[in-house]
């Protein structure tokens, strides 16, 4: 019998520690709204956004020079080459576009992180996974970011 109370006392202890390893709570993120609302990933969005606009301006200046081309032989090897330098134009692009988003992912992590650890959050999420409950830190995140602690 005494071993019984000791094992029902010990399940106890065990489920209340487990509650209370869980009692930070879980906070989520509207990572959109973030990124609509911090300078330098709109600054980074302006930067991509030149180079397409600069990769289109290269396709209108090569389409206007191939209509003055003449000759089908020369057509076709002027062709050749702008499909090849527009791939590797292209290419550059999506490198500089998954590096600039990862950038931006990190730096927002960074702080999301130690937002987590101030507020004793056992986990930060995306808004999207959450269905109710939990706290929101986004306007927290964005203050950070802009510097407001």
């Known amino acids: 019998m005494k071993n019984f109370k000791v094992l029902i006392l010990t399940m106890l202890l ?19 709204q973030v990124i609509e609302n911090c300078s330098f990933a709109l600054n980074a969005k302006k930067q991509l956004d030149s180079k397409a606009l600069a990769i289109k301006q290269y396709m209108f200046d090569k389409e206007k020079e191939y209509e003055a081309i003449q ?13 090849a330098e527009m791939k590797q ?20 992590r960074e702080f999301a992180k130690e937002i987590m650890v101030e507020q004793k959050l056992d986990a930060i999420i995306s808004d999207k996974a959450v269905f109710c409950g ?12 802009k510097g407001v602690k």
């Open 14 to 32: 065990t489920v209340m520690c487990n509650g209370f390893a869980f009692a930070g709570g879980l906070g989520y993120v509207d990572y959109e």
């Open 71 to 83: 000759s089908p032989v020369q057509k076709q090897n002027f062709q050749d080459k702008v499909t």
């Open 89 to 108: 134009k292209q290419n550059e692009f999506l490198r500089l576009q998954a590096k600039t988003e990862q950038e931006i992912f990190t730096k927002i």
């Open 134 to 145: 939990g706290v929101d830190i986004t306007q927290t995140l964005i203050n950070r970011l």
